[in-house]
């Protein structure tokens, strides 16, 4: 997307959810913030001064979440470019982020990129998680906890890989 073309012109709704899903979740760098689905709101505002500003809500995959400054920062620094000077941004953790938030085109993504998306039939599996790599379901859990908080680690039996796999809350 051109930002070049939005700098000081009225911006709309869709324009803002556009620009947010250009950025990406430190983590995971294939997902957007939209595809986690962690921004729940866009609250523009236009106060009669002139001087409106934006409120960008947000809700952590996890409380305490460590990417949380790092996407806020990357918010910021997006909407600066569309010529936004007042930014807020506002963290809330009611209600608590879930994987149904999830887009079905962010649990593609990764897959491909080697991660086991949630699956609702379980949290938490002792097995039987889909390898991303060879797409077997003969796996086995090594791990509730794998590289990040809300990922547990696997090794697939047939192919012998680990792999993450997106825990479900």
């Known amino acids: 997307m051109n930002k070049s073309n ?6 709309d709704q869709k324009v803002i959810w556009d620009f947010l899903e250009e950025i990406k979740d ?12 962690i ?8 106060p009669p001064s002139g001087d409106g500003g934006i409120e960008i809500v947000i809700t952590s995959t996890y409380t305490g979440c460590p990417a949380m400054d790092m996407i806020a920062a990357d918010i910021r620094v997006e909407l600066a470019t569309l010529g936004f000077k007042k930014i807020k ?7 608590p982020w879930t994987t149904d938030w999830m887009s079905e085109s962010g649990k593609r993504k990764l897959q491909e990129y080697g991660i086991a998306p949630p699956d609702k039939r379980f949290t938490i599996p ?9 797409h077997s379901n003969n796996t086995r859990l090594i791990s509730e906890f794998g590289s990040t908080a809300c990922k547990a680690l696997y090794q697939c039996n047939d192919c012998k890989e680990p792999f993450d ?5």
């Open 39 to 46: 921004v729940r709101e866009v609250k523009l505002q236009y």
């Open 6 to 11: 939005h700098i000081n012109s009225p911006v």
């Open 126 to 134: 002792k097995d039987g998680v889909g390898c991303p790599l060879c």
């Open 89 to 95: 941004i506002t963290q809330t953790l009611s209600p």
């Open 26 to 37: 430190p983590e995971i760098p294939v997902l957007s913030i939209i595809d986690l689905g």
């Open 165 to 169: 796999y997106f825990k479900c809350h």
